[in-house]
């Protein structure tokens, strides 16, 4: 499947240790696109994996980790408004 992870991680109370850790992990699974914003190709096994290893450093009080779905890239269409910075691009 293809996902889009984007997070908001609070910077209250060892946000930033928090943050380092969430983006550390989601770059083993994905691709950094923008800011707090990966993407990517991925199992429903790996997106387990990400899941339980993102767990310990979310706080369910402040932060939010949202994932969107789709079944293959090509389903999903992507317009830039601003800076076209497109990380992906480098892909086959």
Known sequence: ??????????IKD?????????????????????????????????LMKLQNELKPYIDKSVDSVIIFKSRQERWMEKDFWGKEDDMTDFML
């Open 14 to 46: 060892k946000g930033t240790k928090r943050w380092r850790n969430i983006f550390k992990t989601c770059k083993k699974y994905l691709s950094h696109i923008q800011n707090s914003v990966f993407e990517g190709e991925i199992s429903k096994v790996q």
């Open 1 to 10: 499947m293809y996902v889009v992870l984007v997070y908001d991680i609070s």
